[in-house]
Structures are given as C-alpha cells and as structure tokens.
DNA sequence: ATAAGGGTTCCAGTCACTGGAAGGTCAACC
DNA sequence: GGTTGACCTTCCAGTGACTGGAACCCTTAT
C-alpha cells in the first residue's frame, strides 16, 4: 500500500503520515524504489491515532496510547489516567470558553452595529467598569 | 515607565509587550538610554488588548480592533462583525470540545482503572463498532 | 520520448508567545 | 571609584502539529 491509499484509507492526509513517521509514531515499510509500504497493522496503527487525534489526545498522548494497546500487559489504570487527565483538560477549556461565550455574547447583543462609532464592545475592552 | 512597570499595571509579561511592540500593535517611546518608555495612552493600549486576547481574539484580530477603537470615526458594525465572527468561532469550538468531552467521559466511566490490561478505552479508538 | 501523476526529501511558515544567551545601564553601597 | 545586583537591550531557537512548496525521482500510459 503505498502513502496515498493509506491516507484514503485512514482518511489522514499524506502530509500528515509522513510527519508521524518523521517523530516515531509509525514505521512503514520501504520498497525497493524507496517508496513508503503500509501493511494492515500500519493502517490500524494509523487508524488509531486519527481516532485519538480526533478526540483531543496530544501527539505524546497518542504515542503513550500506541504503546499500550501493542503491550498486552497493560494496566488499563495507565490508559485511564492518560484519558482521565485529558477529559479533566478538556473540560477546563470548556469553562473557559463558555465564559468567553456568555461575555462576548452579550456584548454583541447590546452593540448596535450600525454605522455609528458608538460601541459596547470597544468600551468594555477599553475599561472593566 | 519602564517596561516591567507597565508590566505589572498591564499584567502582561514583559516579554509580550516586547512582542507586541515586535509585531506592531504598540509603538513606546524610547529614552535616551535605549530603554522603552511607556505612556499612559500606550498603557491603555495595552491594557485594551490584554482584554480583547482573554476574550480570545486572536492578535489580528486585536490589531484591528485597536485600530477601530482609536477611529472615532468607526462604524459600531465593523466592530460587531469581527466580535460576531469570534464569537461563531467560540460556540463552534465548544461544540467540538463538549462532543470529546461525552465520548471521553463514557470511556473513562466504563475503564474500571486497574492491573488488568482489557481496557473499552484502547478498545473505541481500535475499532468504530 | 514524453507527459501526467505518483513518490521522495528538506526547508520554511503557521500562532502567540517563551526561554535563554550575550551584553549594556542604573542605583546603591562600601 | 569599584562592584554588585537588578534592570534593560537584541537576537536566536523552540513550542505543537502540521502544511505548503521547491526540487527531484519513479511509474505508467501513450
């Protein structure tokens, strides 16, 4: 399978395989032309780290996760704690961001958004009264 | 004003205004010593735009909205419009972020976290059933 | 023989800083 | 006057996870 058919196959681009080879995650084959070669276990590896991406987990994370479903003497302790930490990470920037929602929502309730100069927006950034 | 005062009154590292002046948002006078020096209008100026990046706007858009709020000839619409596309932006992320957020936190509900190696986490992101 | 459409490597850019090195300046104290 | 320590300066490199592009090689079909 040469780097194209793997990425439909995994729907990750090109690009991006080259670069997980370039850091470790995976390590095709090489045919005789110097041509990338994936095998199914490659694919599945590439499938599991798109599913991992897609969820959040960093590069890093994903490489811990890789380890340990190739290791079958795991703990799942270890995958839950990974998974554990991120969720908590994940749920922080979701406070962050709803707050920086309900602020701006409001703001942009209240702006007019005519032709005038007049603005709730520029005067709440420009003094926090 | 030294760089470190307007610092701490801006509550922005020193580092950053240095970056900020870098990239073109501030223009601080300089003293004969070759030290920034920092004026009450550059504070506020770099007081809007510590607002408007806790906000989330990215450092373009703060630029522009910089600009808008030293026009006192602005349309409140070219501000509402940027402030209405962030916000967009927001809610799309938060969407994102609370969809990994249920995934992730039913994976971690059913991992029971022990010394045994089978694990529904590694499972979902090996197979989509 | 050539042209299209793969593949390869390597370098630079993204975004918004942040760390660190190398060196100049200032205020205070002995 | 000399020295210490805290400040200031610039410049370069690194972060994360790619992405774009250049320059070049390989394969397949015409």
Redesign the interface.
């Known amino acids: 399978m040469n780097i194209s058919q793997a990425a439909e196959a995994t729907n990750l681009p090109s690009k991006t395989i080259r670069y997980y080879e370039d850091i470790g995650l995976i390590s095709p084959d090489r045919g005789a032309n110097g041509y990338r070669s994936f095998s199914d276990t490659h694919i ?1 590896q590439l ?2 780290l798109a ?2 991406r897609a ?2 987990f960093s590069v890093e994370d994903c490489r811990s ?1 890789l380890a ?2 190739e ?7 270890d ?3 990974i ?2 930490k ?2 908590t990470a ?2 922080a ?2 406070v962050d ?2 707050a ?2 309900d ?3 409001n ?2 309730k209240t ?9 709730p ?2 005067k ?3 003094s ?1 009264d």
């Open positions: 599945h499938t599991f599913r991992a969820l959040g996760l340990l479903w290791d079958r003497d795991r703990a799942s302790a995958v839950r704690n998974a554990q991120h969720l994940i749920e920037k979701i961001l709803s920086m929602r602020t701006l929502g703001l942009v702006c007019a958004g005519d032709d005038r100069p007049d603005c927006i520029l709440s950034l420009s926090s």
